[in-house]
């Protein structure tokens, strides 16, 4: 079996890991990267994890013309489409960098799926497509969508819509849009892991970076949220687990004998505050972490976690990792980029 799949962003943090997974299953991914939010850290570590050179491409999916002799040159089996903006605080200052990058690169992945008869797509979703959950905290794929507080947000929200729209006017295709909760961690080797470019927004980088001392302190937006410690409440899930739902897509697509559109949650089922991640990364390094309560961040969201019994369901897929397994890898990680740079 020689299955090219295509993974965008396939240099990135998400999109790295999904490469690891894709080849243990036997497939063989075509990395395309335009490496603006990436780096050859990362890549070399994946040469490294891998035993061999992947296949990559230094090409900007929003290229229309670069991106069709890439499908020129394979036969693909499916794609995965990972490559977009992410920040959520950058894309408030920014919507059209956000706008135009994430939904330009989706537009172009579906016309060049029709024009060279790609059936499968896996495209990168979030669980920010839900907002702030209603009553229930645990959120399945029938709660209903509402709108985002921020560009990123719009960006997978319309992304699904776009998606949804193109269905039905080609419903041959196959199609899939993985909501993810917070992805964490990194591979347990510590060669790959998750690289933010300057300040780190997401709260695991910011602990590991604390930890090391590239931060001073680390800032616990806000301790008055009606929640069981009163910090906010998120599924925080490996990132390895994460990748591995992936590849359990690409599969389920593959054997569908007609076309399907699906969203599915890829989560773990468990909330877990910030105050409690700090304890499970203080418990696992064996060392206190510096700090502060400050007030609440704009636009987050209280609590929510997922309902995964979908993703088992479809895609017999299931989380092998725990969120200490996931603090441990991130951390060693930290620790070797540390030595790298
Ligand atoms: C959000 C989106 C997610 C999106 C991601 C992209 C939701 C529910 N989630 O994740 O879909 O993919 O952005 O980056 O909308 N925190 C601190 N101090 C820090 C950093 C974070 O206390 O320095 C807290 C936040 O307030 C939050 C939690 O840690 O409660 C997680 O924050 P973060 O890692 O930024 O992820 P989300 O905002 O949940």
Not at 60 to 85: N, P, T, W
Not at 98 to 113: E, H, P
Not at 163 to 175: A, G, V, Y
Not at 188 to 196: C, D, R, T
Request: charged fraction near 20%; include cysteine.
């Amino acid at each position: 079996m020689n299955q090219h799949v295509l993974v965008t962003g396939g240099a990135g943090y998400i999109g790295s890991h999904t490469v690891v997974a894709l080849v243990e299953k036997g497939y063989t991914p075509v990395i395309v990267d335009d490496f603006r939010n990436a780096t050859e850290i990362v890549l070399n570590g994946l040469s490294e994890i891998l035993g061999f050179q992947p296949i990559v491409h230094r090409v900007d999916v929003c290229k229309l013309e670069e991106m069709r002799e890439i499908f020129q040159a394979y036969s693909f089996h499916g794609i995965i489409h990972f490559a977009a903006h992410k920040a959520v605080g950058e894309s408030v200052e920014k919507p059209l960098k956000y706008y135009q990058n994430n939904l330009i690169g989706l537009i172009n992945m579906l016309s060049l799926m029709e024009e060279f008869k790609v059936k499968n797509l896996v495209f990168s979703s979030s669980c920010t497509v839900y907002g702030e959950p209603k009553e229930k905290k645990e959120v399945d794929e029938e709660t209903p969508k509402s709108l985002p507080e921020s560009p990123y947000g719009f960006t997978k929200w319309i992304g699904e819509q776009i998606i949804q729209d193109f269905f039905k006017s080609s419903p041959e295709f196959c199609l899939m849009n993985l909501r993810y909760f917070n992805p964490v961690g990194a591979h347990p080797s510590a060669k790959i892991g998750e690289f933010p470019l300057g300040k780190p927004s997401n709260l695991l980088p910011f602990i590991t970076q604390t930890a090391i001392g590239k931060q001073d302190c680390l800032t616990v937006f806000g301790n008055d949220y009606p929640t069981r410690d009163g910090s906010c409440v998120r599924d925080y899930i490996h990132v390895m687990d994460l990748a591995e739902a992936h590849v359990q897509a690409i599969q389920f697509l593959s054997n569908q004998t007609q076309g399907c559109l699906e969203a599915v949650n890829v989560g773990t089922g468990k909330g877990t505050s910030v105050l409690e991640l700090i304890n499970v990364f203080e418990k696992e390094t064996n060392q206190s972490l510096n700090y502060q309560i400050g007030p609440r961040r704009a636009g987050d969201v209280v609590e929510i976690y997922a309902n995964a019994s979908k993703s088992f369901q479809l895609l017999q897929w299931t989380t092998k990792r725990s969120i200490e397994d996931a603090v441990r890898d991130a951390w060693n990680w930290e620790l070797n980029l540390n030595q790298l740079k």
